[in-house]
């Protein structure tokens, strides 16, 4: 399960209403490969839900829509929001796979 924290929901929903983005679209968590620097993760608004090849779930009132293929791998996520000097944006921490865990090639760099 990814579990949403109450700023990550409550920006997700900000940003559906500033962007008049419809009642029926949910949050879709995709991996999109990996590397020493861990996986790479996308988020984005989508309508589109096939039973067969998707898992959904609600995290903290935000609909959640990933891969089946993914879930074992974000389960345990925690996605938040944070705001700070170098800019704001959504955060995902995934302990399956810390960033900058490393690997064998590069010495864990």
């Known amino acids: 399960m990814i579990t949403l924290t109450p ?4 920006k997700v929903l900000e940003v559906m209403e500033a962007q008049n ?4 679209r949910f949050l879709r968590i995709g991996i999109m490969g990996g590397g ?3 996986l790479r993760y996308g988020l984005a ?15 903290d009132g935000v ?3 990933t891969r089946k293929k993914f879930a074992e791998f974000l389960d345990g996520t925690v996605v938040d929001f944070k705001e700070g000097p ?10 399956n796979f810390p960033a900058g865990a490393g690997c064998a090639g590069c ?3």
């Not at 067969?52 to 609600?58: A, E, P, R, V």
């Not at 170098?86 to 302990?95: L, Q, T, V, Y």
């Open 45 to 59: 608004f989508d309508n589109e839900f096939d039973p067969l090849t998707d898992t959904k779930f609600s995290a």
């Open 63 to 65: 609909d959640v829509v």
């Open 21 to 24: 983005i419809e009642d029926d």
């Open 86 to 95: 170098m800019g704001s944006g959504f955060a995902i921490e995934n302990p």
């Open 36 to 38: 020493c620097s861990g």
């Open 7 to 10: 700023l990550a929901s409550s």
């Open 107 to 109: 010495g864990g760099h």
